[in-house]
């Protein structure tokens, strides 16, 4: 059973760089896509990129201009950049594994990030 | 590139059973038969329900089904259960992206 687990800030400064880590566990990280997918308080979610293992990523357009995700198998980590943050990117930030298709399999709990000075 | 869209809120008495709808469009659920579901109770991570339109992944009660036609994909909850009480999201390939439904309350009567 993969395990995944979100790190980072929970406080961010507008206009500054949002950075979060995801750890897995109980899985190698050269299965599946590896996701990052947030949610806004009292909203709906919203996929922002994944990535896989090799290095290769594919990015949300509506966000692809702001939006690093990268990957360190050594450390079975994988990781978000958002930059030039405003108030609307406050959410829940989630990490997910998309094992095929549309399948999310496995998620993390969730890590909430405010955007406020 | 909007979210899918479902209806903001559903609900049933206990036993009975619900249908929530997913409407996208050509773009993305009539032109995949990738549609999955998930289930969010309040301060918790999304829970696979349903994948690829109509799978059940295992230790998800069969209670919970999917089918799709044309551009809407349907989640049918039967034998409705308190438990069963949370949010409820599709989600739908849509061409090297992937986008979510607005989301369902479900309500247990």
């Known amino acids: 059973q993969v395990q995944l687990q979100e790190s980072g800030p929970g406080l961010v400064k507008p206009s500054e760089t949002l950075s979060l880590t995801c750890t897995v566990s109980?899985?190698?990280?050269?299965?599946?896509?590896w996701s990052w997918i947030r949610q806004p308080p009292g909203k709906g979610l919203e996929w922002i990129g994944h990535?896989?293992?090799?290095?290769?990523?594919n990015y949300n357009p509506s966000l692809k201009s702001r939006v690093t995700i990268s990957v360190d198998t050594s450390k079975n980590q994988f990781s978000l950049r958002l930059s030039s943050v405003t108030a609307a990117d406050t959410a829940v930030y989630y990490c997910?594994?998309?094992?095929?298709?549309?399948?999310?399999?496995?998620w993390g709990q969730g890590t909430l990030v405010t955007v406020s000075s | 590139q909007s979210a899918l869209t479902q209806p903001a809120s559903v609900s049933g008495s206990p036993g009975q059973s619900i249908t929530i709808s997913c409407t996208g469009t050509?773009?993305?659920?009539?032109?995949?038969?990738?549609v999955s579901w998930y289930q969010q109770h309040p301060g918790k991570a999304p829970k696979l329900m349903i994948y690829?339109?109509?799978k059940r992944p295992s230790g998800v009660s069969n209670r919970f089904s999917g089918s799709e036609s044309g551009n809407t994909a349907s989640l049918t909850i039967s034998g409705l259960q308190a438990e069963d009480e949370a949010d409820y999201y599709c989600?739908?390939?849509?061409?090297?992206?992937?986008?979510f439904g607005t989301g369902t309350k479900v309500t247990v009567l």
């Open positions: 050509s773009s993305d659920v009539g032109n995949y038969n990738l």
């Open positions: 990535i896989f293992y090799s290095g290769s990523t």
């Open positions: 997910a594994a998309r094992i095929t298709g549309t399948t999310f399999g496995y």
């Open positions: 989600c739908s390939y849509a061409g090297s992206r992937y986008v």
């Open positions: 109980s899985g190698s990280i050269s299965s599946y896509y």
């Open positions: 690829e339109v109509n």
